[in-house]
């Protein structure tokens, strides 16, 4: 289950820090950022759910972290996320959607240009995730969004 959500340079969050309860509802004005906060875990749940079936690969020269840390690269074009205005007041990428877990994973997903995406996982031990196996030994639990309208 999710513990904590914390975006950065994401659309309408500067910093944003969100803690989660077993159940979370989203409420708010318009132009709050729940649409966001949404598309936010959805780019989260894509990594969930991939992580044990995609190959794992060094990190990207789009983005200037760590070059040693492995991730995954899935593919968000079915869900529909527009890459307009991804970074906080049209700013610089990337962007990072960082989740912690509370068995203790910590998922780190990245968003540069074009909706590109790149995520980092890390196990209780702070170990990064370089292979499906290890991934697949998380037990990660998928994350479900119902939306009502």
Not at 19 to 40: D, H, M, Q, Y
Not at 55 to 70: G, S, V
Not at 109 to 116: C, I, L, P, R, W
Request: glycine share 6%; proline share 3%.
């Amino acid at each position: 289950m999710i513990r904590k959500v914390s975006i950065k340079n994401y659309r309408c969050f500067e910093k944003c820090e969100i803690n989660f309860k077993e159940l979370a509802i989203a409420v708010g004005r318009n132009n709050a950022g729940k649409s966001t906060l949404i598309e936010a875990l959805r780019i989260v749940s894509i990594g969930v759910n991939r992580a044990s079936s995609i190959n794992y690969t060094l990190t990207p020269n789009w983005l200037n972290i760590d070059n040693d840390l492995l991730g995954i690269s899935p593919s968000i074009e079915n869900l529909d996320i527009s890459t307009n205005n991804i970074f906080y007041q049209y700013g610089d990428p990337p962007s990072l959607i960082k989740t912690y877990f509370d068995n203790g994973v910590i998922i780190d997903s990245y968003v540069g240009e074009d909706a590109k995406i790149f995520v980092v996982i890390f196990d209780a031990n702070g170990k990064n995730i370089v292979s499906k196996r290890t991934a697949k030994d998380l037990n990660l639990s998928p994350i479900n969004i119902l939306l009502l309208c």
